[in-house]
């Protein structure tokens, strides 16, 4: 009878194999998640740097091409009621403000020349997208004052800091298993993103410049993550 009772029982060679097994499927899950997350981020991160240049490709509002329930660019002018130059904070910021047709007055940052060449009570060309002034144009200058995609960028940069952290441990987890310092580095991935992502999607640089700078930032952290836990 114990004889019967010990053969019953598992085989030795049977856990040996299960083992390698769980850990090797624990790893591809976590890289799996770890590059699914990460497309998501980068995803987003292109419909929101879209979104913030939308009115570049909108149509002006009342011509053909602005079909009812479209998107369509205003054409308002407003006047300057004040300027003021701000020196703090170790650089010069020029500021406009203006007051438009159909709403409040506000404050706008402007380049040095688009400055000099006006004056309180200067007529200047507005473009308002979505009832937002997404530039302001005077005697051939320009001064665009993009919308800031605060949602988008913290999304953008949850996600970052979560895709790296599962990559790094999917890259590692045969090795050393769960470590702290992926998870560690990951919040510092998303304030770093945070910031970088309000100012790529904002500045409006060319689409492969704005992605490229931070995906190859992303992939230089998750590596230095990666090599970090490895040794550990």
């Known amino acids: 009878m114990k004889a019967r ?8 060679g049977f856990r040996r194999i299960a083992g390698p097994a769980v850990r090797v499927l624990t790893q591809a899950l976590f890289l799996l998640a770890g590059m699914a997350t990460t497309v998501l981020c980068f995803t987003w991160f292109v ?11 909108a149509p002006a509002c009342g011509t053909a091409a602005a079909t009812p329930g479209t998107d369509c660019v205003l054409h308002e002018t407003g006047k300057v ?11 010069t910021t020029y500021l406009l403000t203006v007051v438009r047709e159909t709403a409040p007055k506000h404050t706008y940052t402007v380049g040095k020349a688009f400055y000099n060449d006006t004056g309180v009570g200067a007529a200047v060309d507005l473009t308002v997208f979505r009832g937002h002034v997404s530039e302001l144009s005077y005697h051939g200058h320009r001064a665009q004052n993009p919308h ?13 800091g979560l ?18 310092g992926p998870s560690l580095l990951a919040v510092f991935i998303s304030f770093l993103s945070f910031f970088g992502g309000l100012i790529l999607m904002s500045t409006q640089w060319p689409l ?10 992303w992939l230089l952290m998750t590596a230095g993550s990666t090599a970090a836990a490895w040794d550990d």
């Not at 009772?5 to 030795?12: E, L, T």
């Not at 419909?47 to 490709?57: I, R, T």
């Not at 492969?208 to 930032?217: F, K």
Request: proline share 6%.
């Open 163 to 180: 895709g790296s952290a599962l990559t790094a441990h999917g890259l590692t987890w045969w090795r050393s298993g769960m470590q702290a």
């Open 5 to 12: 009772i010990r053969d019953a029982r598992p085989p030795g």
């Open 208 to 217: 492969a410049v704005t992605l490229g700078i931070p995906v190859l930032g």
């Open 81 to 91: 009621t004040a300027r003021r130059v701000d020196n703090s904070d170790e650089s």
């Open 148 to 160: 800031t995609p605060w949602l988008t960028a913290l999304k953008v940069a949850l996600l970052a």
């Open 47 to 57: 419909d929101g740097y879209h979104a913030v240049g939308a009115y570049h490709h």
